[in-house]
């Protein structure tokens, strides 16, 4: 199991003003609200993720490590994805270190390459752009990594 990471002091307090103003509707980038029933309040938990799309598949990256979302979405193994006010249920299958470092490899590979997208990702994804696979598995030990995939009526 991952080793809990420390999360930017600023994170808490941005958080909730981007929830609001995403809950508002206004797009943020690649972020999407999620909300994870609590594994021991049952209560709703929403927060601000990236979502990123490789392969035609949905997938989430903690990249604080292991956080409380992350052990709510263990827990609950569903959420709810809300992007510009559309609400996706999805079930969380959380992947194994060497198949998410594959996804993380191919979703953000590209952004390492350039050097203005490069300096922004390190912040997340602080590996060089010439990784190797075992690097990128190394990372997917420490941050994991959800593949989220949307529920239809017939499979709720």
């Known amino acids: 199991m ?4 420390t999360v930017p002091r600023l ?8 929830q609001r103003l995403m809950g508002a509707g206004l797009p943020f980038g690649p972020n999407v609200l999620l909300t994870v029933h609590g594994r021991k309040s049952g209560l709703d938990r929403t927060f601000p ?3 990123m799309e490789t392969g035609g598949r949905l997938y989430v990256q903690s990249p604080y490590g292991e956080v409380n979302w992350v052990r709510n979405l263990r827990a609950s193994g ?3 994805l809300t992007r510009e006010r ?8 959380e992947l ?3 198949v998410g470092g594959r996804v993380i490899r191919d979703a ?7 050097r203005l997208t490069a ?3 390190h912040i997340f994804v602080p590996l060089r752009r010439d990784a190797s696979i075992e690097e990128y598995v190394a990372h997917v030990r420490r941050h994991p990594v959800f593949e989220l995939r949307p529920l239809t009526d017939a499979a709720r």
């Open 11 to 18: 994170v808490p307090i941005f958080n909730p003003l981007v």
């Open 2 to 5: 991952p080793a809990q990471s």
């Open 86 to 93: 559309r609400r996706i249920p999805v079930a969380a299958v």
């Open 96 to 98: 194994e270190p060497e």
């Open 49 to 51: 993720v990236a979502l």
């Open 119 to 121: 300096a922004f990702m």
């Open 78 to 80: 569903d959420a709810v």
């Open 108 to 114: 953000v590979a590209p952004y390492l390459r350039r």
